[in-house]
């Protein structure tokens, strides 16, 4: 596995912390950025830098994109020397950007025509979760892709779990990530009830927390809401695009549409860069 030449494209809040952790356990990891400046402390950890998205998927063994969306994706793989301008054959392409069930689909019939295998794997967690290599990977393709990229889940995530065919993972990530939503939803609403109620922030955080309605997301999003501090761990645009990617699949359940309301407001009064749970700060206007 230590000769294995890997290639990552997208260090953004997921991917930094992810190559971190596949560079501390001594493998070789070649990176490539559309912003370069976000290369720099990678290299001195001691990672090497592609000059194109072209050179990586001639080059390596395994290329790994962890990009915003569906258009980043398309971009990475089809642009204009990206990806599959001129790949080597054989070599496997893994998307772990959250994009659509569609999305991922073509991506595999890109690559198949291409003589590349691809596979989907999906990340649930956030940036510390990441740091620490706790991720939960919904993983998607090849079984015999899966055996051969599972030590490297290993690295990146607490458990992998292989749900089937390229499409399958995409679909589950969607599904997850309506419930996060709901439930920022559900917990900045409480909070700013308790408020109305005059009790402190973190004291309804804490009962919420020792009681069975705690979870690891009440848990990781209460020191934020008690300190207004809602620096991007989860940016509210990426859940805002997940939130349309769960509509895209057909969700029109009755607790959607306000759901999907609330997210756009927030996004509209510029809190996209934000971290997802500073809803609250749209929420307590109305
Ligand atoms: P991020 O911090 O916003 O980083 C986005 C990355 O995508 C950056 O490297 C950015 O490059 C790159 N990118 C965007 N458009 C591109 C394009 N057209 N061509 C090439 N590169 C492009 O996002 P993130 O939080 O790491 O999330 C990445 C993906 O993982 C998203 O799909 C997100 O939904 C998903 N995800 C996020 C979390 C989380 O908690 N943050 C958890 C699970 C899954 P630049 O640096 O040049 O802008």
């Known amino acids: 596995?230590?000769?294995?030449?890997?290639?990552?494209?997208?260090?953004?809040?997921?991917?930094?912390?992810?190559?971190t952790n596949l560079i501390r356990k001594g493998l070789s990891v070649?990176?490539?950025?559309?912003?370069?400046?976000?290369?720099?402390?990678l290299l001195k950890l001691g990672a090497t830098a592609a000059t194109s998205l072209q050179q990586l998927s001639q080059d390596c063994d395994i290329v790994?994109?962890?990009?915003?969306?569906?258009?980043?994706?398309?971009?990475?793989?089809?642009?204009?020397?990206?990806?599959?301008?001129?790949?080597?054959?054989?070599?496997?392409?893994?998307?772990?950007?959250t994009v659509g069930v569609q999305t991922s689909k073509k991506l595999a019939s890109d690559c198949s025509r291409k003589n590349v295998r691809f596979f989907e794997a999906k990340v649930s967690?956030?940036?510390?979760?990441?740091?620490?290599?706790?991720l939960l990977i919904l993983a998607g393709g090849e079984m015999q892709d899966?055996?051969?990229i599972q030590p490297l889940f290993s690295i990146l995530g607490k458990q992998s779990i292989y749900m089937g065919?390229?499409?399958?993972?995409?679909?589950?990530?969607?599904?997850?990530?309506?419930?996060?939503?709901?439930?920022?939803q559900g917990l900045a609403e409480t909070v700013l009830f308790a408020q109305h109620l005059n009790m402190e922030k973190a004291d309804i955080l804490n009962l919420i927390n020792e009681s069975a309605c705690g979870s690891g997301v009440t848990k990781m999003k209460s020191q934020p809401i008690i300190n207004n501090d809602f620096s991007p761990a989860f940016a509210l645009k990426h859940i805002t695009k997940d939130l349309r990617l769960a509509h895209n699949e057909g969700l029109a359940s009755p607790l959607f549409f306000p759901l999907q309301a609330t997210f756009q407001?927030?996004?509209?009064?510029?809190?996209?860069?934000?971290?997802?749970?500073?809803?609250?700060?749209?929420?307590?206007?109305?």
């Not at 596995?1 to 190559?19: A, E, Q």
């Not at 070649?30 to 402390?41: D, F, L």
């Not at 065919?165 to 920022?184: D, M, R």
């Not at 407001?265 to 109305?286: F, N, Y």
């Open 125 to 134: 967690g956030s940036v510390k979760p990441a740091e620490e290599g706790q």
């Open 265 to 286: 407001a927030a996004l509209q009064t510029g809190l996209g860069e934000r971290d997802a749970i500073s809803i609250i700060e749209t929420l307590r206007m109305k």
């Open 64 to 97: 790994f994109t962890i990009v915003s969306d569906d258009a980043a994706v398309e971009e990475v793989y089809n642009g204009e020397n990206g990806l599959l301008s001129h790949p080597k054959p054989g070599v496997l392409l893994v998307d772990m950007s």
């Open 30 to 41: 070649c990176v490539y950025n559309r912003t370069k400046e976000k290369e720099r402390n």
């Open 165 to 184: 065919e390229v499409g399958k993972a995409s679909a589950a990530k969607i599904c997850l990530n309506y419930f996060l939503a709901l439930t920022f």
């Open 146 to 148: 899966y055996q051969k």
């Open 1 to 19: 596995m230590s000769m294995i030449k890997i290639g990552w494209v997208g260090l953004g809040k997921m991917g930094i912390p992810m190559v």
